[in-house]
C-alpha cells in the first residue's frame, strides 16, 4: 500500500482535484494482494464498568507488541492497534498476537477491551485535546459529534486496489450493508437497547452526510470521488502548526477552490480535506472499508477474512454480488434491524458460502476457514446479528455480555 504525495502550492482548478482522486485509485507496484487491520477498542475497568478510564492509565499498561501493530488512540481514549499491511493469514496472525498481548496487560491492571461498536453505557468524554479534535468537535455539534468522536469503535479492513481498482470499489460498497447487517454489535447506549442493532452506524446516520454518505456510484470511481471531495463541507482549515479554524458556514471545498476564501486552497489543504469525510468507503491508494462494528476481541478474524474474500476473490464477488444487489442502497435498515430482516440474512447466507469457498484459496488455514464458520453458525443462519446477544439478558451472568473480556459470549 502507498501514501500519498502532495506539495503545498495553490490549485488551478477542479481538474486538481481530480487528479488527486485519480491518484487515490492508483494501484501500487506489488501486485499481492494484502490486508490492512484497524482494530479499535473501548476500555473499561471490569471492577467499575460506568467509570472513565484515564487514557494515561491504558498507556501504561500497553506492552511491547510481538506483531508490529501501531497503538493510537481515538479523543475519547479509545485503544485502536493498526497492524500492518501483508497476506491475510500474516496480517490476522500479527493483529491476533498484538491483540492478546494487550488482552493480558491490560487485564492484570484490573482493564478490559470491549469489542462492541458504541459505548453501551457511558456518555462520551474526550480525553485528546488536539486542535484538530478541537475544530472537528466544533463543526459536528451535539449530541452526535461527541458521540462519534469519543463513543464508537469499529474494525477497519485496508485491501489494496488490484489490477481492476473500479471493480473492487463498486463491489465494497454493494456489500456495505449485507455486512454490516451481519457484524452489527452496538445495540445499547446508555445501558439499554437504543433502537439499532448497529448503533455506531446511527450515530454516522446522524453527522453531516456530505461526508458520511457513500459515495456516489456512477461508474467513474475516480471522477465520483472528485465529485465527492468537492462537495463535502469544509470542517476546518488548518492555521499554522497549532491551530485548526472550524469552518461553520456551510462552505465546501468547490466553494473555497471558486474563491471563496481569503486564501486559495494548497494541494495540502486538499490532501488534509480529504482525511476529514467519512464515507463508508474511502481511496487513500488503497480501499479503506469503514463501516464495520468493533467486534469481541476474539471474532474480529471473521470481519476481516469475509471482507477481504468478497471482494478481491472474483468467484466469491461474483456469487455474493448477486445476493446483494437487491440490497445495496439498504444502509439505514441493515443498520436497524441486523439480520433480523429475513432478506438481509439470506443475503448474508450466500455470502458466507462464497467467502468460506474462496478462503483456502486467499491462503487462509483451517483455524481461520472454521472460526468464519462458527460464526456463520451462530450468527447468519439463525438470523442473529452479534447485537442480538448483547441484548439478551443472561440470569447470573458475572459480567454483560459486551463487557466481553474473557472468552466468547
Known amino acids: 500500500m502507498i501514501g500519498l504525495t502532495s506539495e503545498g502550492t495553490p490549485l488551478r482548478d477542479a481538474s486538481e482535484v481530480a487528479e488527486f482522486a485519480r491518484r487515490c485509485f492508483q494501484p501500487g507496484l506489488d501486485t499481492a494482494d494484502r490486508v490492512g487491520v484497524e482494530l479499535e477498542f473501548l476500555v473499561f ?118 489490477e481492476r481498482p473500479a471493480a473492487r470499489w463498486e463491489r465494497a460498497h454493494a456489500l456495505g450493508p449485507v455486512l454490516m447487517a451481519a457484524f452489527a454489535n452496538s445495540p445499547l447506549s446508555g445501558g439499554r437497547p437504543c433502537g439499532w442493532m448497529s448503533g455506531r452506524q446511527a450515530v454516522w446516520e446522524h453527522l453531516d452526510r456530505t461526508r458520511t454518505a457513500p459515495v456516489p456510484a456512477s461508474g467513474d470511481p475516480v471522477a465520483d470521488w472528485a465529485e465527492y471531495l468537492l462537495d463535502a463541507r469544509l470542517m476546518l482549515v488548518r492555521e499554522g502548526e497549532e491551530r485548526c479554524r472550524p469552518v461553520r458556514d456551510g462552505s465546501t471545498f468547490r466553494d473555497w477552490l471558486n474563491g471563496g476564501g481569503e486564501r486559495r486552497p494548497t494541494a495540502d489543504d486538499l490532501a488534509y480535506h480529504a482525511t476529514t469525510v467519512f464515507p463508508p468507503v474511502r481511496a487513500r491508494g488503497w480501499l479503506e472499508i469503514r463501516y464495520l462494528d468493533a467486534q469481541h476481541p476474539a471474532a474480529w478474524p471473521v470481519c476481516v477474512a469475509v471482507t477481504h474474500a468478497l471482494v478481491t476473490d472474483d468467484r466469491a464477488a461474483d456469487a455474493a454480488l448477486a445476493a446483494v444487489e437487491p440490497y445495496r442502497t439498504w444502509w439505514e435498515r441493515a443498520a436497524r434491524c441486523g439480520l433480523a430482516d429475513p432478506r438481509l440474512s439470506r443475503a448474508a447466507e450466500a455470502c458466507f458460502r462464497a467467502a468460506l469457498e474462496a478462503l483456502p484459496r486467499l491462503g487462509a488455514g483451517p483455524g481461520l476457514v472454521g472460526e468464519v464458520a462458527a460464526f456463520a453458525d451462530r450468527h447468519v443462519t439463525t438470523g442473529r446479528s452479534p447485537a442480538a446477544d448483547l441484548i439478551d439478558a443472561v440470569p447470573g451472568r458475572r459480567v454483560p455480555a459486551w463487557l466481553n473480556g474473557e472468552g466468547r459470549q
Not at 96 to 125: H, K, T
Not at 130 to 148: I, K, N, S
Request: aromatic share 4%.
Open 45 to 162: 475497568d471490569r471492577a467499575t464498568e460506568a467509570a472513565y478510564v484515564p487514557l494515561a492509565r491504558v498507556e501504561r499498561a500497553v506492552p511491547a507488541l510481538p506483531g508490529g501493530s501501531r497503538v493510537t488512540f481515538e479523543p475519547g481514549g479509545q485503544l485502536e492497534l493498526s497492524g500492518p499491511a501483508a497476506p491475510l493469514a500474516d496480517a490476522v496472525a500479527c493483529v491476533a498476537a498484538d491483540v492478546a498481548a494487550v488482552r493480558a496487560a491490560l487485564g492484570a491492571e484490573g482493564l478490559v477491551l470491549a469489542g462492541v461498536g458504541l459505548d453501551p453505557v457511558r456518555s462520551p468524554r474526550r480525553q485528546l485535546r488536539l486542535p484538530r479534535y478541537e475544530a472537528m468537535a466544533e463543526f459536528l455539534g451535539e449530541p452526535y459529534g461527541p458521540l462519534m468522536m469519543c463513543s464508537t469503535a469499529s474494525v477497519q479492513v485496508n485491501l489494496d486496489l488490484g
